[in-house]
């Protein structure tokens, strides 16, 4: 019952490297979620995924890009690595639009960009 | 008004100590609210839903009251355990399953 997985768990990067984390569920889950959380402060969501093969920026999508080419996996793409992008990164699932749904998190990706 | 709000604290209270969070929210037409948990550094984990006028799970109570749009959680005979920071969780009125995190509650329990 493994739930929503991020791989993987901690990350540093050099400044303009890129990366892609990754993101799977085993629910069935129709809708996918990125967030990322800096210290201190509440999570932001950056993309998100109704279904496979549909795909929408939340508030914070620069710098990033995502894919869902199946209803398992949603990986998140950083092609120019900023240190802004210093964060965790908090990969959620939710069953369906009904809003009595919660969504499950996955442990996230600590990432650091030097 | 933001639309989800909550006593940021840090709310600090002795062990076997009961303490209740508020939560406020702005879209009258809500219907569904959960309560998560989040340690620190850690992913936020699903600790109550919230549908009709409340639900207990154990030592925790949430209650709901939408006449004047407050959600409150209750922890009983609080534990070390329970230190973590609390956050109100409202789904937005739309068809992505979009969440509003409230900026969260910080508990420390102490000895």
């Known amino acids: 019952n493994a739930g929503v997985t991020q791989t993987p768990k901690f990350r540093i990067l050099k400044i303009g490297q890129s990366m892609t984390l990754q993101c799977t569920q085993d629910?069935?889950?129709?809708?996918m979620y990125w967030y990322r959380q800096d210290p201190g402060m509440g999570l932001k969501l950056i993309y998100y995924?109704?279904?496979?093969?549909?795909?929408d920026k939340g508030e914070v999508p620069n710098g990033y890009n995502v894919s869902r080419s199946t209803t398992e996996d949603f990986p998140l793409r950083l092609e120019l690595a900023a240190p802004s992008q210093t964060s965790v990164y908090f990969c959620?699932?939710?069953?369906?639009?009904?809003?009595?749904?919660?969504?499950?998190f996955g442990d996230g990706t600590r990432l650091s960009i030097l | 008004r933001k639309e989800v709000e909550q006593d940021p604290g840090p709310f600090n209270v002795p062990e076997g100590a009961t303490v209740a969070f508020n939560c406020t929210y702005s879209?009258?037409?809500?219907?569904?609210f959960f309560w998560y948990r989040q340690d620190c550094r850690k992913e936020p984990k699903l600790l109550m839903s919230?549908?009709?006028s409340g639900n207990e799970d154990g030592r925790f109570t949430a209650q709901l009251n939408r006449a004047s749009q407050y959600i409150s959680l209750l922890i009983r005979d609080s534990k070390l355990s329970d230190s973590a920071t609390y956050l109100c969780?409202?789904?937005?009125?739309?068809?992505?399953?979009?969440?509003?995190f409230g900026q969260g509650t910080t508990l420390q329990v102490k000895p």
């Open positions: 959620a699932s939710k069953r369906d639009r009904q809003s009595n749904q919660p969504q499950h």
């Open positions: 629910m069935n889950h129709n809708y």
């Open positions: 995924s109704v279904g496979a093969g549909i795909t």
């Open positions: 879209n009258s037409a809500s219907q569904s």
């Open positions: 919230v549908y009709s």
């Open positions: 969780v409202v789904p937005r009125p739309s068809n992505t399953g979009k969440l509003i």
